[in-house]
């Protein structure tokens, strides 16, 4: 488990992490969203004890992070922004390298960098020195490297990032089976798609603040608004719409569709298809408008813009 | 299960055991710092651009030196001045040892800030291991390789002389001089390297700043040659070794101290921000919120500076009188005659009415006395900032040595010690304890290098110290100086012409 609670970081007077509390629980996956220069690695280096917060705490595998840095380091597997590798080293030696420094035993520390390996698609790559991979192939390797003594909570900045297609996928199919296997995982990432599709909640982090946190489904209906709906029918719509509106929200209408927000699909979408084929309109479509984490993310951080800049100006004011 | 996950419960790690004792503890961290050493190590026998002048400085260096050697002997011989072979042939395996150790210098300034640049750092800090372990594990990468090139270097030079047509016999005590001031000259450069990787964020940074490593170890090298040729006094060699071990105990000390993941990853060494720099001194030294007030500053910021100076005041206070001990001592190893003086009260008597007089006449000796003190106290303050305050200390100490020594000859002459002690006492009551503050602020300001305070890093703790010393020095230890040259020109004179005259 993951839990920070009121973690702060100053650089001397700069605030690069304010206040930030959230909670990993394990088997889970966190995704954490922001611009460049929001505080995402400040905070992955203050779980992983490197920096030490300024105020508040945080716990990782059940250990303070200031009080138990060595602890907290040995449950950690960190993927870090760069994945800065010995370039003058095989594969093998890398990994035998960072597998002696956790402690493997000796069984593991010969066959869990093949079992990885392998898994990843480089069990051909063991024996080439590190200068010689790919970037795809070398972001692998530091993934492994985050893996190879298995711990229960992981830390990864942008795991796919470099990546082709195929190995972006296995990727992600290895964090979900990390999850299915009860590890805490963290992500920091740019790539919303990803961020959609792995993680079971969201937190936005602006200027070291978190604005949002929260399933994908919470943040969409909170900055995005209800579910929309869109609908197309055979003949033009004419005055049908004005029976619909003490239904549902209609936001925007065309000659033979129109679109409305409802809280509750399930109840309000049955209405609306009786109310318009009462009107004598045949249903040609109706389905939900897909919204994407990009949507809700640019429509968080605008919001939050917005709050700044209001601030600001009654801030001014007041001066 | 996936089959990239063990049970939690049955982990992959076998967790060394908590260490028992000591040993134990020493045992683990020494073995996890040999990972990293290990893994340096084979990096940089892979590095060409490291091998190839380790390779060249430890086979093709000796043989070009033996040459040389060889020529010189030839030219000695010739000239009739073989006698001074003897001193002159050491010089050479002291120089031979030495270069191969200068690339342990290259190697140690890369080795932080070189894994900064290539990110690979973060990585490495990432991991279960403790700054010492790393701190040494880097160090000890950085140390032997040039260490082992330097020792067989000056084997092969001193192979080819020993079993050449030279057939020179080294007294078994000089090989082991040379070999012993060649380890532990490089061992303060590659802690004092170390120490400069670790606070810089580039390699261009670190190498600009390896002056400070190369400029006093060069000078050391040429004062280790000068006694060197004198084989009368090679004995210093080993005073000089054993200052050079205390210098490593220090370095390593300083390095562990502020050696820590944060300042790997974000401060440095780079820019000097003399506008930060002048802050952080002045709000040190004015040490006041809010309005200042000579009253306030004395009770809110002098006060509470002289009570943190306790313990190095303490061991200030116990050298200076180990330092007067010790010339005591030495007065009875070296008794002098003071009868060839004609030392007796009355013409000690003369001699103070005529600086009784002095002063009266010159109000300028004063000023003279205060300056004189002043002026030591600077110069001890500058070489203890060097030297982790250890010249401030040894500098200050000499005084109260040689007055250790005159008490000690005027006692065991038989004379009384009354005209003596009189004419230190009374104006010795204020300066003893103002020699004693200014030792012991210089002391902190030399060593606060070594131990910074939590939190802050050993440019500001240097700057705070030296703003304290500054304070003490022109709120406290200055008036005590005035105060003491007053007595000493105008009340000391008087107090003994009163006492002998009675």
């Given at each position: 488990m993951i839990e920070a609670h009121e973690l702060t970081k100053y650089f001397d007077k700069f605030l690069a992490v304010d206040h930030i509390t959230f909670k990993v629980e394990p088997g889970s996956i966190f995704a954490i969203l922001g611009p460049n220069g929001a505080g995402k690695t400040t905070t992955v280096r203050m779980l992983t004890s490197i920096l030490r917060p300024t105020s508040g705490w945080a716990s990782l595998a059940g250990y303070d992070v200031v009080k138990h840095p060595t602890a907290?380091?040995?449950?950690?597997?960190?993927?870090?922004?760069?994945?800065?590798?010995?370039?003058?080293?095989?594969?093998?030696?890398?990994?035998?390298?960072?597998?002696?420094?956790?402690?493997?035993?000796?069984?593991?520390?010969?066959n869990r960098p093949l079992q990885l390996m392998e898994h990843f698609g480089l069990s051909d790559a063991l024996d080439k020195r590190l200068g010689e991979y790919s970037k795809g192939m070398k972001q692998k390797l530091a993934l492994v490297r985050a893996m190879l003594h298995d711990p229960p909570v992981l830390l990864l900045d942008e795991p796919t990032s470099a990546m082709d297609p195929q190995s972006a996928k296995l990727v992600r199919e290895a964090i979900k089976d990390l999850q299915l296997a009860e590890r805490t995982i963290a992500i920091t990432t740019h790539n919303l798609t990803e961020a959609q599709s792995l993680a079971d909640r969201i937190a936005v982090i602006r200027k070291g603040r978190i604005i949002a946190n929260g399933t994908f489904k919470e943040l969409s209906e909170r900055f995005v608004g209800a579910p929309l709906m869109e609908l197309h029918v055979t003949e033009q719509l004419n005055g049908a719409v004005q029976e619909l509106q003490p239904l549902v929200d209609v936001i925007d209408q065309g000659e033979d569709w129109l679109r409305y927000r409802t809280p509750n699909p399930p109840i309000d979408n049955p209405n609306v298809i009786r109310r318009l084929m009462g009107a004598g309109l045949n249903i040609v479509t109706l389905s939900e408008v897909t919204r994407s984490l990009e949507d809700v993310y640019l429509q968080i951080v605008e919001e939050d813009e917005g709050l700044e800049k209001k601030n600001n100006v009654q801030h001014d004011g007041v001066n | 299960m996936s089959s990239m996950t063990e049970s939690i419960e049955h982990p992959l790690i076998v967790q060394p055991d908590a260490p028992q004792n000591v040993r134990e503890a020493v045992r683990q961290t020494l073995s996890n710092a040999m990972i990293i050493t290990r893994r340096e190590?084979?990096?940089?026998?892979?590095?060409?651009?490291?091998?190839?002048?380790?390779?060249?400085?430890?086979?093709?260096?000796?043989?070009?030196?033996?040459?040389?050697?060889?020529?010189?002997?030839?030219?000695?011989?010739?000239?009739?001045?073989?006698?001074?072979?003897?001193?002159?042939?050491?010089?050479?395996?002291?120089?031979?040892?030495?270069?191969p150790i200068s690339i342990s210098l290259v190697i140690a300034l890369e080795t932080f800030v070189g894994e900064k640049e290539r990110l690979s750092l973060e990585p490495l800090l990432s991991t279960p291991l403790t700054n010492t372990e790393l701190y040494l594990g880097k160090t000890f990468a950085a140390m032997l390789p040039p260490l082992m090139a330097s020792y067989v270097g000056v084997t092969i030079y001193m192979s080819g002389l020993i079993f050449g047509a030279q057939q020179w016999r080294p007294p078994l005590l000089l090989v082991i001089q040379i070999v012993l001031l060649t380890t532990v000259q490089a061992l303060v450069m590659v802690t004092g390297a170390v120490v400069v990787s670790s606070q810089t964020t580039s390699t261009r940074a670190a190498n600009l700043l390896a002056s400070f490593i190369i400029i006093p170890m060069s000078m050391l090298v040429i004062f280790e040659s000068i006694i060197?040729?004198?084989?009368?006094?090679?004995?210093?060699?080993?005073?000089?070794?054993?200052?050079?071990?205390?210098?490593?105990?220090?370095?390593?000390?300083?390095?562990?101290?502020?050696?820590?993941?944060?300042?790997?990853?974000?401060?440095?060494?780079?820019?000097?921000?003399?506008?930060?720099?002048?802050?952080?001194?002045?709000?040190?030294?004015?040490?006041?919120?809010?309005?200042?007030?000579?009253?306030?500053?004395?009770?809110?910021?002098?006060?509470?500076?002289?009570?943190?100076?306790?313990?190095?005041?303490?061991?200030?206070?116990?050298?200076?009188?180990?330092?007067?001990?010790?010339?005591?001592?030495?007065?009875?190893?070296?008794?002098?005659?003071?009868?060839?003086?004609?030392?007796?009260?009355?013409?000690?008597?003369?001699?103070?009415?005529?600086?009784?007089?002095?002063?009266?006449?010159?109000?300028?000796?004063?000023?003279?006395?205060?300056?004189?003190?002043?002026?030591?106290?600077?110069?001890?303050?500058?070489?203890?900032?060097?030297?982790?305050?250890?010249?401030?200390?040894?500098?200050?100490?000499?005084?109260?040595?040689?007055?250790?020594?005159?008490?000690?000859?005027?006692?065991?002459?038989?004379?009384?010690p009354l005209p003596f002690l009189l004419a230190v006492l009374p104006h010795g009551v204020v300066e003893i304890p103002a020699i004693a503050l200014a030792g012991a602020a210089a002391l902190r300001l030399g060593s606060i290098i070594t131990h910074p305070p939590d939190q802050m890093t050993v440019g500001e703790a240097w700057l705070r110290a030296l703003g304290d010393t500054v304070k003490i020095g022109v709120g406290v230890v200055f008036p005590m100086l005035v105060i003491a040259a007053l007595l000493e020109v105008l009340l000391t004179p008087r107090v003994v012409e009163f006492v002998l005259s009675m």
């Open positions: 907290v380091r040995s449950k950690v597997g960190v993927l870090t922004e760069q994945h800065g590798l010995y370039e003058r080293m095989k594969g093998a030696e890398y990994l035998n390298f960072f597998a002696r420094i956790y402690h493997l035993s000796a069984a593991a520390r010969d | 190590m084979r990096d940089s026998f892979r590095d060409w651009r490291i091998m190839a002048p380790i390779f060249l400085l430890t086979l093709i260096f000796p043989l070009l030196a033996n040459v040389m050697t060889r020529m010189f002997i030839g030219f000695f011989e010739d000239n009739g001045a073989e006698n001074l072979l003897p001193q002159l042939l050491p010089l050479m395996p002291m120089i031979v040892g030495f270069f060197m040729v004198q084989p009368y006094r090679r004995y210093l060699l080993w005073y000089v070794s054993l200052g050079l071990v205390v210098t490593v105990v220090l370095l390593i000390r300083m390095g562990a101290r502020i050696f820590n993941r944060e300042e790997l990853l974000g401060r440095s060494l780079d820019q000097l921000n003399l506008r930060w720099a002048w802050r952080t001194f002045w709000a040190q030294f004015r040490g006041l919120d809010g309005d200042f007030t000579l009253r306030r500053w004395y009770r809110e910021s002098v006060f509470p500076t002289l009570k943190q100076l306790k313990t190095p005041a303490g061991v200030t206070a116990i050298c200076l009188l180990v330092a007067f001990v010790g010339g005591w001592i030495a007065a009875g190893v070296w008794t002098v005659d003071l009868k060839q003086f004609d030392a007796n009260d009355e013409t000690l008597l003369d001699r103070l009415q005529y600086w009784f007089e002095l002063g009266q006449n010159n109000p300028q000796l004063i000023i003279l006395a205060v300056a004189q003190n002043v002026r030591v106290l600077i110069a001890a303050t500058i070489l203890g900032i060097f030297t982790f305050g250890v010249l401030a200390l040894i500098l200050e100490m000499v005084p109260f040595a040689l007055l250790g020594f005159i008490l000690g000859q005027v006692i065991l002459n038989g004379l009384s």
